[in-house]
C-alpha cells in the first residue's frame, strides 16, 4: 500500500462530504469509505483539513446557499432545503453566526447591488484577500508584524551588498 493512501480515502471522503447535491451521507458510512472507524476518521480528518466533517459538511452547505440566494434567486426556506437544512431556524441561526447577518438580509442586499458581487467569492479566497489587504501576508513567524520586520531591518547590509563589486559576476 502507498504511503499517501490513507491521504487518498481521506480526499475521496471529504469529497463525499462536500457534495451538497447528493443526499447526505451518514458520517460512519463516510468513514467506512476511508477505511477508518468513525471516531479514527473523525480524528484524523480534523487533523489532516484543520475542521471537523461535520464543520466541513455545514460551511459548503452555507457557501451552497449564498450561491443559490444571490445566483439563483431562491428563497431563504427554498434555498436552506435544497442544500439540506431540515429547520430553517437553525439554518437562519449558522448563516447570521458566520456570515453576520440573516440570510433575508445577505439575499436582500446583494440582489440590490450592481454586477455580481464579490461577497460569492469562496469564504478561505475572501480571508486570503483580507488577511493581505490588512498586511498580513505569508510569513514564517505570527508573532512579529511585517511592519516590525521591514522596520528592523532598514539600512541592514544585504549579503550581495557586502561583496566587492568586481567580484560579482
Do not use: W
Request: glycine share 6%.
Amino acid at each position: 500500500m502507498p504511503a499517501d493512501a490513507p491521504l487518498l480515502r481521506l480526499a475521496r471522503a471529504r469529497a463525499l462530504l462536500c457534495d451538497v447535491a447528493v443526499e447526505s451521507m451518514p458520517l460512519d458510512a463516510v468513514a467506512r469509505e476511508a477505511g477508518l472507524s468513525t471516531s479514527q476518521f473523525i480524528r484524523r480528518f480534523h487533523a489532516v483539513f484543520g475542521e471537523t466533517p461535520h464543520q466541513m459538511r455545514i460551511r459548503m452547505r452555507l457557501e451552497a446557499a449564498k450561491r443559490l440566494l444571490v445566483l439563483h434567486g431562491e428563497t431563504v426556506t427554498a434555498a436552506c432545503m435544497a442544500v439540506g437544512f431540515s429547520s430553517l431556524g437553525s439554518f437562519s441561526h449558522l448563516f447570521a453566526q458566520r456570515y453576520g447577518e440573516p440570510p433575508s438580509a445577505y439575499r436582500r442586499r446583494l440582489l440590490a447591488a450592481p454586477g455580481l458581487p464579490q461577497l460569492l467569492v469562496p469564504d478561505c479566497v475572501s480571508l486570503m484577500n483580507a488577511a493581505f489587504a490588512a498586511g498580513i501576508g505569508p510569513q514564517f513567524s505570527r508573532s512579529v508584524p511585517p511592519a516590525a520586520v521591514a522596520e528592523s531591518t532598514a539600512g541592514v547590509a544585504t549579503p550581495a551588498a557586502r561583496i566587492p563589486q568586481e567580484k560579482l559576476p
